[in-house]
């Protein structure tokens, strides 16, 4: 059984940064794409970042290229996210995810089956 907790969420000024991190418990998810999905108030749950099995590859939405920085610690089963020069848009609950089974790319899909965290929340003021 496969565990997912994010933390390091807030509330902080536009400019500002925040790093999230998600730690992961249960089986090693070592093999697998690991991601951050964000969903605004609102809206359809989006893609922010992804990073393949190896940390070889990472992706990037493109508003948030430059900005934010994806890493996993497999010693740890730990993912982050750098975010850095926050904007009002960025507004969302931030979600970790794995991919269920091991596909080799680095964007995550985001499917329903796949493991999930119960999300953290950044807010962003202008």
């Known amino acids: 059984q496969v565990q997912l907790k994010e933390s390091g969420g807030g509330v902080v000024q536009a400019g500002g940064s925040l790093r999230l991190s998600c730690i992961a418990s249960?089986?090693?998810?070592?093999?697998?794409?690991w991601g951050w999905i964000r969903q605004a108030p609102g809206k359809e749950r989006e893609v922010v970042a992804g990073?393949?099995?190896?940390?070889?590859?990472?992706t990037y939405t493109d508003s948030v290229k430059g900005r934010f920085t994806i890493s996993r610690d497999d010693a740890k089963n730990t993912l982050y996210l750098q975010m850095n020069n926050l904007k009002p848009e960025d507004t969302g609950v931030y979600y970790c995810?794995?991919?269920?089974?091991?596909?080799?790319?680095?964007?995550?899909?985001?499917?329903?089956?796949?493991?999930w965290g119960q999300g953290t929340q950044v807010v962003v003021s202008s």
């Open positions: 995810n794995v991919e269920y089974q091991h596909y080799g790319g680095a964007w995550p899909r985001g499917a329903s089956y796949d493991f």
């Open positions: 249960g089986d090693s998810l070592s093999t697998r794409t």
């Open positions: 990073i393949n099995w190896s940390g070889s590859s990472t």
